[in-house]
């Protein structure tokens, strides 16, 4: 008789510390982030782990949170190499030169502006939608557009958590 493999969170849960690491800094860029979520290990839901990953985004320090934004890409051109941005940016991919211009344009603006990148849920949003909230969220305090980055990074690590226990398992280290 063989046993069916370990669910994504099982997987999440028993992994070593280091693959766990690994998987998380994929999630979020703040190691802070990371280890807070490695801490609170095992979850018994993946809904505990969304929970421990929304407390740990609402504790990130201001350093924190500018760490985890500067692991995104600007919105336009995925980084390549990287699936997760490739995936969430899919709205740009039939995005026209001139929209392409002026989602750079408005992102060079607004990091000259705020001092990091454009930070918004891309997932499932057309480019002209995150066109038009890059607008209007120039408008902005910082103050204010901090808070919004921060929901948004909230956002975005509960779409890759749940991909994370879900899809793609965490992958062991070969030398562990």
């Not at 969170?9 to 990371?34: I, M």
């Not at 505990?48 to 600007?74: C, N, V």
């Amino acid at each position: 008789m063989t046993s069916t493999p370990p669910s994504g969170l099982a997987r999440f849960n028993t992994s070593s510390d280091r693959a766990v690491l690994a998987a998380l800094h994929e999630v979020c860029a703040s190691p802070a982030w990371g280890r807070k979520l490695l801490a609170r290990r095992p979850y018994a839901t993946a809904d505990a782990l969304l929970a421990a990953g929304d407390t740990a985004t609402g504790e990130l320090t201001d350093a924190e949170l500018t760490e985890a934004m500067a692991g995104h890409p600007p919105i336009g051109p995925p980084r390549p190499g990287d699936p997760a941005s490739s995936r969430e940016q899919r709205g740009m991919a039939g995005a026209s030169e001139e929209l392409r211009a002026e989602m750079l344009e408005l992102n060079l603006a607004y990091q000259d502006r705020f001092g990091h990148v454009f930070l918004i849920c891309a997932t499932g949003a057309t480019g002209e939608r995150m066109r038009d909230a890059l607008k209007e969220r120039l408008a902005h305090t910082p103050e204010r557009e901090r808070a919004i980055a921060r929901a948004e990074l909230g956002k975005i690590n509960r779409i890759r958590l749940t991909r994370l226990v879900t899809e793609d398992p965490v992958a062991e280290d070969k030398d562990s």
